[in-house]
């Protein structure tokens, strides 16, 4: 049995949920790999916050070069989230021999190119399943399964907030602001919702997936970006009455050796694949020259979906290291 002690970097919702994934499974994951994912320290400033989950204390740090320093650490998962300092952070992990696991889409975003060529130039892996669609393995499909193929244009569902906002008035013609209000009282949107109704996070997850599906670098403020808080039920009955549906759409496709790229509400038919993920599910649809169309869809937040992505990077990094 292969032992892999692991760092887990910020300890709120997504800190926890992989901290109680790695719990709940850690024997089956055993019996199918043959790997001891152990936590062995958290790095955490608040250490006595309230939590749905109860690691033994010696475990936690405030001090993150303990563990950047400690040989014992084999991978560290970066889940404080933000642009700074979390790639700094990253990269002085990297720097100390550390395997990196993160879920943090902005920081990917804005430091692509840096963090992948920081992890190369230090022979360490760098995994970011999490950053994309929470619990949905669409990056790992597209860096295995799908490099057979060209992708031509991809369409993604990528927030889980505007989704559930818009969904609620499509069913029951309610207003933004009420919906809104319902959204953060179910914990599906933050007290500053901005990041997410104004389509920040999803130009953030399709910069992302533009660097792997086509090569290519868009930064997250050249994405042309307008997101659901001008939506109103007007909007929604139009498209009704069109037999459509109203969508917060990111989107990109290679056109004449362009990326032409947007995050902006659309109607969509509601006989289209994209038109039946409702409330919080995200969903990314694909096109491929070879495999031509498919979807992929699930729960595209949450602290254990997203947690499990994250163990799922882990494993891989652990089954591809000594």
Known sequence: MKTVNIAIMGFGNIGVGTYRGLEINHDAIAAKTGLDLKVAKIIELDIDRPREANPDRA??????????????????????????????FMSEA?????????????????NYERLTG??????V????????????????????????????????????????????????????????????????????????????DAANKLSILISLCFGDRVKVEEIPTIGISGVTPDDIAQAKAENKVVKLLAHAAKEDGEIICSVAPARIDANHPLAGVSDEFNAIYLKGNILGETMFYGKGAGPLPTGGAIIGDIIDIATRTK
């Open 125 to 200: 892996l760098f995994r970011f399943e999490a950053a994309v669609g929470g619990g949905i393995p669409v990056i790992n499909a597209i860096e295995t399964s799908l490099r057979s193929n060209q992708i031509d244009e991809v369409t993604g569902i990528l927030n889980g907030t505007t989704n559930f906002i818009l969904t609620q008035m499509t069913r029951a013609g309610r207003s933004y602001a009420d919906v809104l209000k319902e959204a953060q009282e179910k914990g599906f949107a933050e007290a500053d919702p901005t990041a997410d109704v104004e389509g920040i």
């Open 118 to 123: 920081e992890a190369e130039e230090a022979g």
């Open 59 to 88: 475990l936690f740090t405030t001090d993150r070069f303990e563990a950047f320093r400690d040989p014992s650490i084999d991978i560290v998962a970066e889940l404080i989230g933000g642009i700074e300092p979390a790639t700094t």
């Open 94 to 110: 990297m720097k100390h021999g550390k395997h990196v696991v993160t879920a943090n889409k902005a920081a990917l975003a804005a």
